[in-house]
């Protein structure tokens, strides 16, 4: 089955500057790779997913890259703010009916 | 429309109770899983149903776990004979299953501490 791994476990940056989270997957026939956030005591809501056929999908302040030949994506968010602090989940799937995994979460802390 | 409910919304028990913790998917939901999140930690898969097909069980911890869906809606998580190691937050999240339609909505969770 697909594995997803997550890097880092904890990141910490000052407020205004970016952060990127990277994960990797390691089934080729995966396609659909959402990211999730989840703000402390509260549910994990979607931030923004990619499909295989982009390279790159991009939403305001933040973006997701793809590569596919080396099965990792990764998450930039520019010009962090407080708010953005939370814990940060990458998954991979092969879509439509086929079970999502997720990656082990990354803490993010902006610093003010 | 409404979104995944579950309840108890907490739950308290005492080492070796059952306990039963259930979650109503958004309608139309032919997905559902059910997540393990201990304090700090990440989301644990424990079990997967999609439409009419048998579960994806492979999360499932021990075999006092277990899970149905009765008409391919509502959903059960039933712990037997409850540890202190079971003491976590319980999510549930269901999608669409449909290719476009992978986006979870997870419920609000069940807080379960088992003393």
């Known amino acids: 089955g697909e594995n997803v791994e997550q890097h880092p476990s904890t990141l910490s940056v000052q407020e205004g500057d970016s952060a990127v989270i990277k994960c990797t997957y390691s089934d080729s026939a995966s396609n659909y790779f959402p990211w999730y956030k989840q703000e402390l005591g509260k549910r994990p809501q979607l931030i923004i997913d990619i499909r295989s056929n982009v390279g790159e999908k991009k939403d305001q302040r933040i973006a997701v890259t793809l590569n596919k030949t080396a099965k990792h994506f990764s998450l930039h968010i520019t010009e962090t703010q407080p708010e953005d602090s939370a814990v940060y989940f990458c998954a991979g799937s092969t879509g439509g009916y086929q079970k999502v995994t997720f990656g082990t979460g990354t803490k993010l802390q902006v610093i003010p | 429309g409404a979104g995944v409910s579950q309840s108890p919304s907490n739950k308290v028990t005492e080492k070796g109770k059952d306990v039963e913790l259930r979650c109503d998917p958004i309608?139309?939901?032919?997905?559902l899983y059910w997540y393990r999140q201990s304090l700090g930690q990440g989301l644990e898969f424990l079990i997967y149903?999609?439409?009419?097909?048998?579960?994806?069980k492979s999360g499932l911890p021990s075999d006092r776990f277990s899970a149905e869906r009765t008409g391919g809606s509502v959903s059960t998580l039933t712990i037997q004979r409850t540890q202190q190691e079971d003491s976590a937050v319980y999510l549930c999240?269901?999608?669409?299953?449909?290719?476009?339609?992978?986006?979870?909505?997870f419920g609000p969770g069940t807080r379960l501490l088992v003393l």
């Open positions: 999240a269901s999608t669409l299953g449909l290719a476009g339609g992978e986006t979870q909505y």
């Open positions: 309608s139309g939901h032919t997905a």
């Open positions: 149903f999609q439409g009419n097909s048998a579960p994806d």
